[in-house]
T-cell receptor, first 113, second 115 residues
Framework: QQQVKQSPQSLIVQKGGISIINCAYE??????FPWYQQFPGKGPALLIA?????SEKKEGRFTISFNKSAKQFSLHIMDSQPGDSATYFC????????????FGPGTRLSVLP | ETGVTQSPTHLIKTRGQQVTLRCSSQ?????VSWYQQALGQGPQFIFQ???????GRGNFPPRFSGLQFPNYSSELNVNALELDDSALYLC??????????????FGEGSRLTVL
């Protein structure tokens, strides 16, 4: 019940295309859903996050879509760029338990020039 | 404002040994968390400290222990090292305890190899 599932494991997109990564969770106590971006040799960095009271959040080229009834959420990267090539992790937390995040296994995104 | 810094960046130990990893949080951050990231996997929560007290623990045995100091630094100690402990250990800090009201900032990690 603590798992967060993530797909696909890897994704190759042409420059200018749309990258879509999907996640699913089971624990209905989760109330905060961030996405992290990690470059090789670096720690994860917060990209965008959403709470379950909204169905969509957009920041620049990055959009989270959230479906509370299906317990699914996804990251859309519009106009993907080679600089977006990184590993992306979805995560979830019950905010009553502090900075205790359950991470998905990650998606390695490669954007071809 | 400096970021989260960790030391050492890489280290090699043998099975059964003990290791101490260190972290310096950002100034003013009263919450520090430690995560274990196995190769090709997502980070896994070990524990967090809030105002120098352990405040939440993941599914890790007692041989994983930690400390948080008043000067925003923190330690992760692992006793009786096992081969499966080989991983990237990430320290992260935040201004607040609640995950939905304050960003979690990660360091670049300490890569531990157990032979």
């Amino acid at each position: 019940q603590q798992q967060v599932k993530q797909s696909p494991q890897s994704l190759i997109v042409q420059k200018g295309g749309i990258s879509i990564i999907n996640c699913a969770y089971e624990n209905t106590a989760f109330d905060y859903f961030p996405w992290y971006q990690q470059f090789p040799g670096k720690g994860p960095a917060l990209l965008i996050a959403i709470r379950p009271d909204v169905s969509e959040k957009k920041e620049g080229r990055f959009t989270i879509s959230f479906n509370k009834s299906a317990k699914q959420f996804s990251l859309h990267i519009m106009d993907s760029q080679p600089g977006d090539s990184a590993t992306y992790f979805c995560a979830a937390s019950d905010s009553n338990y502090g900075q205790n995040f359950v991470f998905g296994p990650g998606t390695r995104l490669s954007v071809l020039p | 404002e400096t970021g989260v810094t960790q030391s050492p960046t890489h280290l090699i130990k043998t099975r059964g040994q003990q290791v101490t990893l260190r972290c310096s949080s950002q100034s003013g951050h009263n919450t520090v968390s430690w995560y274990q990231q196995a190769l090709g996997q997502g980070p896994q929560f070990i524990f967090q400290y809030y105002r120098e007290e352990e405040n939440g623990r993941g599914n890790f045995p007692p041989r994983f222990s930690g400390l948080q100091f008043p000067n925003y630094s923190s330690e992760l100690n692992v006793n009786a090292l096992e081969l499966d402990d080989s991983a990237l250990y990430l320290c992260a800090s935040s201004r607040v305890l609640r995950s939905d009201t304050g960003e979690l900032f990660f360091g670049e990690g300490s890569r531990l190899t157990v032979l």
